[in-house]
């Protein structure tokens, strides 16, 4: 099989080299269109792991939500100050209004679009001294409900309000101070505030930002685009126009030169459902034996009635609890991004206008940017304040990533140009191993790409070790055959000459790489 390879790259060198070209071509387009940065480690847990099937439970059925945390610490005593406090309900206010606005060229419209999107903040959620919501006991009724201790301390104390500003601080600062002894008590003698809204010395105070659901948003899109793109009527009537979600009117149209007509429709619903037969069985099938219905289910012709009794059945409380199948929250990313790479290009471009992050509903990295900067607005020498939570914590250790892959490859590269200038003193010496390299981290990355894995800790790393590794290889060939050519009439001799005593030998040490990297997956 070498001796194929090295015969027809020696015949047919051009043709090579272009076919190279092209493939690095799409595989940049690749790398540009789906690979990503994943700073949740988490992730990566196995899923048979009990520790990691329970937390996956209690995320799937008691209504998790990732949270950003915002401290606030006065330097100069208690945070329960008049100034202090509506400064945390200024903030609370300004937190439910902050959005982001994102460009991007859009085939729907057919110009630049700029749209202004929430970031994913729950407003109706968001908790802190200045705006507290706790279950609180109705007298009259006896009954347990929700409400704010704002608006019923303001009712203890006979503070009145304006129409609509029940919950929020009184206007006067006199107010407000009788309503702080009570509210202090309020907080300690609660544990589940005390320590986690306010510190028990009172100088330090939390903002609670939690974040939408977004596998809750990943589920009712997945399943609303397949069940639409499963039936071609319903498809059609979509890019008639017909379909609220969808308020563009593209049948008959031609876009990037496919026709929008009856026979794309068919052919895509048709396409849509043997990928996704294909993908719900991998996924699903080692439940089989305990949800007989499923396995019927599975065997059907994929329809949107078969897809609504599959998620139904995958909605029971227990049913990613089997240690055979991977978790809740894995299943819903993979069928979210199963629905993004299988439905047609202008239902996905659809989802821009809906979300500002259509791959993960919102962008951590972003949100922490704009919370830091709405922070930044209210800190002053007395005030200062500390952002942390997971989401902030995934956020940084992905920019952190992408700053290290942005900072050490440029380095690697360097090396390894001096190491071949200072070997071989020739440009053919210089760039025929640096470009081989390049290319082979280009696919690699491709590779990922396509197949969904992201960069991550463990993998930012890999880029520079191709580079380190495979720059011998090269060297190696190309100094066997700068070592034997004497003249250009003979080159092609010399380029088979040397691949054929060198090239075995190199092919058996990229072999022993490959099983030493390979080894670490068991």
């Known amino acids: 099989m070498l001796k194929a390879v090295r015969e027809f790259c020696v015949r047919h060198p051009w043709l090579v080299v272009l076919a190279v070209l092209v493939l690095t071509a799409g595989a940049i387009t690749q790398i540009k269109a789906k690979l990503y940065f994943e700073g949740d480690v988490t992730k990566f847990l196995p899923g048979y792991l009990k520790a990691v099937k329970a937390n996956d439970y209690s995320q799937k059925n008691f209504n998790y939500q990732e949270r950003v945390l915002i401290g606030i610490e006065s330097s100069n005593g208690s945070v329960l100050e008049p100034e202090i406090l509506r400064t945390i309900e200024a903030m609370v206010l300004a937190l439910k209004d902050l959005t982001a606005t994102k460009v991007f060229e859009s085939k729907l419209t057919g110009k630049t679009e700029s749209i202004t999107l929430p970031i994913g903040i729950d407003t109706e959620d968001i908790n802190s001294i200045a705006n507290l919501e706790d279950t609180i006991l109705d007298k009259a009724t006896g009954a347990v409900i929700a409400g704010s201790v704002i608006e019923k301390l303001k009712s203890d104390f006979g503070i009145q309000s304006e129409e609509g ?87 008959g149209k ?125 800190e002053n020498p007395d005030l200062k304040f500390h952002i942390a939570g997971q989401p902030v914590t995934v956020a940084l250790i992905s920019y952190m990533m992408q700053n290290d892959m942005r900072r050490m490859v440029p380095i690697a590269l360097g090396v390894v140009f001096l190491v071949l200038l200072i070997s071989f003193r020739n440009v053919a010496g210089l760039l025929i ?25 463990s993998t930012t790393s890999m880029p520079i070790v191709l580079l380190a590794v495979g720059t011998a290889y090269g060297i190696h060939l190309l100094n066997r055959y700068f070592s034997d050519i004497d003249s250009a009439e003979n080159r092609p001799v010399i380029i088979g000459s040397s691949f054929k005593q060198v090239g075995p030998a190199v092919f058996m040490a990229a072999v022993a790489t490959m099983a030493g990297f390979g080894s670490l997956y068991f």
């Open 165 to 251: 500003m029940e919950e929020r601080l009184p206007k006067s600062d006199a107010d407000l101070m009788k309503l702080i002894p009570a509210l202090k008590k309020r907080v300690m003698d609660d544990r589940i505030f005390k320590g986690s809204i306010l510190a028990d010395d009172s100088q330090a105070a939390v903002i609670q930002v939690p974040m939408i659901r977004k596998w809750d948003y990943k589920s009712r899109f997945a399943q609303l685009e397949l069940e639409t793109a499963l039936d071609p009527q319903r498809l059609k009537s979509r890019f008639q126009g017909n379909d609220s979600t969808f308020p563009f009117q593209v049948y």
């Open 433 to 457: 191993p640096l470009l081989t390299v390049v290319i082979t981290v280009i696919w690699t990355l491709a590779i990922m790409a396509i197949s969904g894995t992201p960069l991550s800790i």
């Open 254 to 378: 031609t876009f990037d030169g496919v026709a929008i007509d009856d026979a794309y429709i068919e052919n895509h619903s048709r396409t849509v459902g043997n990928k996704l037969s294909s993908f719900l069985s991998s996924e699903l099938n080692s439940v089989v034996p305990r949800y007989p219905l499923l396995g019927e289910l599975l065997n059907s012709d994929p329809t949107p009635k078969v897809l609504q009794e599959i998620m139904r059945m995958t909605k029971d409380r227990d049913f990613f609890l089997d240690p055979e199948i991977r978790g809740w929250e894995q299943f819903t990313n993979d069928l979210y991004e199963f629905t993004l790479d299988v439905i047609d290009p202008l239902s996905r471009e659809n989802l821009e206008f809906k979300f500002y992050d259509v791959r993960d509903i919102y962008n951590l990295k972003n949100n922490y940017e704009l919370i830091k900067e709405l922070a930044a607005d209210y």
